[in-house]
């Protein structure tokens, strides 16, 4: 094998090893809050959501791998890379926590749970449709700060916080793998041998994790199941029945859709910079669809194109690592290789790879954003904090089987308080963030729209809702006046921020002058 070959086949083998990871670990984290949070039956995530699921990656990356050939034929290239896609991991991790849980844990059906994981995937599909068509206009209205800081914030403290709990209740192995993962990933340094980083992780830790299990070093060690089951997912349209029971996670449905598309319009236009120019809309018409397709199949998490097209062409790829990445995770699930490697590889070897991950959105939300928009990235983080909070409290409360109504009175209206911040986050965090990027740019007008808006939404539950799950309301169905309180304080915000651009041009001197002032006393 020359020199070249050799180089190519380590570009491609690198490629496929890092996209396969990716949607592996995503899985196994899928599997693991659900199972180990909520308590839900593993036999339904093994055999039927993560069949179903991989069906989204199958369809997606062998489209996108004939995308790739059609555009080396169209171009006479042989050096074209494919897009990469795999499921989308904030959209993945949130619907975990805050769809599939939450149902389980009020219905205590993992059936029922399954079609709403199944239907809300379906709507995700649907808005993913709409806005593939428009996807750009929306990226021209809402600024960037709101639209990446919300998801920027599931970033950092979902990818990032929560995996690092995982990473030291396995401290020994996890360190290990995020040592080599930040080293080679963030430090850029390579391996003797030019072995893959990520697969030095996994390989590695996964055998420290067996040796101090086994050792009795590891107090939640389980032996592995190696069997492996035919696992065909099969065409159904049983989950459409629960749709009416989805209406409550639109809030999450619809901005998750939006987001993956405008991530498409960014990645395809970064594919466009690094060589290889896509028609967009063939790009976000394929993961709209593949969405679709997993939901009709059994599965629960949304697909859509990776970050790092670039990235993935200076490896050497070209379209037979996505190829490869389709058969792999298409064939493995349905033969029971993919749960086997879910059941394997533990949660504080996948960890540090999404403790990158959430580390690259949030750079990128900050990247992406005028600097003079810090500020409104950040506030678009808060709503963010409030669900972390109440993802850890609702797990204490749950294992000591005390209800928040018997908690003392002070700390019922905490934890009412937050559960109400908590309720729609990454709208909230979406309308906030686009509000203060406003202001910042002087926009009142528009600024005080996003209140309005949020005022709005406040009175049917869409954000702020009263109701521990999420659910959405009509405004006369609550006796609680704590909607109408919200909402009134969302007005009164919109209301003042006119009056002050009113005054402000009315009194335009006394502004001069305290800015001479602090001039003087900077020049001083």
């Given at each position: 094998?020359?020199?070249?070959?050799?180089?190519?086949?380590?570009?491609?083998?690198?490629?496929?090893?890092?996209?396969?990871?990716?949607?592996?670990?995503?899985?196994?984290?899928?599997?693991?809050?659900?199972?180990?949070?909520?308590?839900?039956?593993?036999?339904?995530?093994?055999?039927?959501?993560?069949?179903?699921?991989?069906?989204?990656?199958?369809?997606?990356?062998?489209?996108?791998?004939?995308?790739?050939?059609?555009?080396?034929?169209?171009?006479?290239?042989?050096?074209?890379?494919?897009?990469?896609?795999?499921?989308?991991t904030p959209s993945t991790i949130g619907i975990a926590y805050a769809v599939l849980g939450p149902t389980y844990i009020a219905s205590q059906d993992a059936l029922l749970t399954w079609h709403v994981g199944m239907a809300t995937l379906f709507m995700i599909g649907i808005v993913k449709m709409?806005?593939?068509?428009?996807?750009?206009?929306?990226?021209?209205?809402?600024?960037?700060?709101?639209?990446?800081?919300?998801?920027?914030?599931?970033?950092?403290?979902?990818?990032?916080?929560?995996?690092?709990?995982?990473?030291?209740?396995?401290?020994?192995?996890?360190?290990?793998?995020?040592?080599?993962?930040?080293?080679?990933?963030?430090?850029?340094?390579?391996?003797?041998?030019?072995?893959?980083?990520?697969?030095?992780?996994?390989?590695?830790?996964?055998?420290?994790?067996?040796?101090?299990?086994?050792?009795?070093?590891?107090?939640?060690?389980?032996?592995?199941?190696?069997?492996?089951?035919?696992?065909?997912?099969?065409?159904?349209?049983?989950?459409?029945?629960?749709?009416?029971?989805?209406?409550?996670?639109?809030?999450?449905?619809?901005?998750?859709?939006?987001?993956?598309?405008?991530?498409?319009?960014?990645?395809?236009?970064?594919?466009?910079?690094?060589?290889?120019?896509?028609?967009?809309?063939?790009?976000?018409?394929?993961?709209?669809?593949?969405?679709?397709?997993?939901?009709?199949?059994?599965?629960?998490?949304?697909?859509?194109?990776?970050?790092?097209?670039?990235?993935?062409?200076?490896?050497?790829?070209?379209?037979?690592?996505?190829?490869?990445?389709a058969l792999a995770v298409g064939i493995g699930s349905v033969v029971g290789l993919m749960s086997l490697f879910v059941g394997l590889i533990p949660r504080a070897v996948i960890a540090p790879i999404f403790l990158f991950i959430g580390f690259e959105i949030v750079h990128q939300a900050y990247?992406?954003?005028?600097?003079?928009?810090?500020?409104?990235?950040?506030?678009?983080?808060?709503?963010?904090?409030?669900?972390?909070?109440?993802?850890?409290?609702?797990?204490?409360?749950?294992?000591?089987?005390?209800?928040?109504?018997?908690?003392?009175?002070?700390?019922?209206?905490?934890?009412?308080?937050?559960?109400?911040?908590?309720?729609?986050?990454?709208?909230?965090?979406?309308?906030?963030?686009?509000?203060?990027?406003?202001?910042?740019?002087?926009?009142?007008?528009?600024?005080?729209?996003?209140?309005?808006?949020?005022?709005?939404?406040?009175?049917?539950?869409?954000?702020?809702?009263?109701?521990?799950?999420?659910?959405?309301?009509?405004?006369?169905?609550?006796?609680?006046?704590?909607?109408?309180?919200?909402?009134?304080?969302?007005?009164?915000?919109?209301?003042?921020?006119?009056?002050?651009?009113?005054?402000?041009?009315?009194?335009?001197?006394?502004?001069?002058?305290e800015s001479s002032e602090g001039k003087s006393v900077t020049s001083g």
């Amino acid at each position: 094998m020359n020199e070249d070959r050799k180089n190519r086949f380590w570009g491609e083998t690198t490629a496929f090893l890092a996209l396969f990871l990716d949607n592996v670990g995503v899985l196994i984290f899928l599997s693991a809050i659900l199972v180990h949070t909520f308590n839900y039956p593993a036999e339904i995530i093994l055999t039927r959501m993560i069949p179903g699921t991989a069906m989204g990656i199958f369809f997606g990356d062998l489209l996108y791998s004939l995308l790739a050939l059609r555009l080396a034929r169209k171009t006479g290239r042989r050096d074209v890379t494919a897009m990469p896609l795999g499921l989308d991991t904030p959209s993945t991790i949130g619907i975990a926590y805050a769809v599939l849980g939450p149902t389980y844990i009020a219905s205590q059906d993992a059936l029922l749970t399954w079609h709403v994981g199944m239907a809300t995937l379906f709507m995700i599909g649907i808005v993913k449709m709409v806005t593939s068509f428009s996807g750009a206009w929306i990226q021209r209205i809402f600024p960037t700060a709101g639209l990446l800081g919300s998801i920027a914030g599931v970033g950092l403290l979902l990818l990032g916080f929560l995996p690092l709990i995982e990473i030291f209740n396995e401290v020994v192995v996890g360190m290990v793998a995020m040592g080599l993962i930040l080293a080679v990933l963030i430090g850029k340094l390579q391996l003797p041998g030019r072995v893959p980083g990520v697969l030095a992780a996994v390989i590695l830790g996964t055998a420290l994790h067996f040796a101090l299990g086994y050792a009795g070093y590891i107090p939640e060690f389980k032996t592995p199941a190696f069997d492996m089951k035919l696992c065909i997912p099969l065409f159904s349209l049983d989950f459409l029945q629960t749709l009416p029971r989805c209406i409550p996670y639109l809030p999450l449905a619809i901005p998750f859709g939006i987001l993956t598309i405008i991530g498409g319009i960014n990645n395809t236009e970064s594919a466009r910079l690094a060589g290889d120019a896509y028609r967009t809309r063939d790009i976000l018409l394929t993961e709209a669809c593949t969405s679709l397709i997993a939901a009709f199949f059994g599965g629960v998490a949304q697909t859509t194109p990776y970050i790092g097209h670039p990235a993935y062409k200076k490896m050497g790829a070209t379209w037979l690592y996505t190829l490869f990445t389709a058969l792999a995770v298409g064939i493995g699930s349905v033969v029971g290789l993919m749960s086997l490697f879910v059941g394997l590889i533990p949660r504080a070897v996948i960890a540090p790879i999404f403790l990158f991950i959430g580390f690259e959105i949030v750079h990128q939300a900050y990247r992406e954003s005028p600097d003079a928009h810090s500020a409104a990235v950040s506030l678009s983080f808060l709503p963010v904090v409030a669900h972390l909070v109440t993802i850890i409290l609702r797990q204490f409360l749950d294992a000591a089987s005390i209800t928040p109504e018997a908690l003392p009175v002070r700390l019922q209206v905490l934890h009412s308080t937050l559960t109400v911040l908590s309720n729609g986050f990454i709208v909230t965090g979406l309308l906030w963030g686009s509000m203060l990027a406003f202001l910042i740019d002087q926009q009142v007008r528009l600024a005080a729209l996003c209140t309005l808006t949020c005022a709005g939404l406040t009175l049917f539950g869409f954000i702020h809702s009263v109701h521990p799950g999420g659910e959405i309301y009509l405004p006369w169905q609550i006796s609680s006046p704590r909607p109408f309180m919200i909402a009134l304080g969302y007005f009164l915000f919109s209301c003042i921020l006119p009056a002050l651009t009113k005054r402000r041009q009315a009194n335009p001197e006394p502004l001069s002058a305290e800015s001479s002032e602090g001039k003087s006393v900077t020049s001083g």
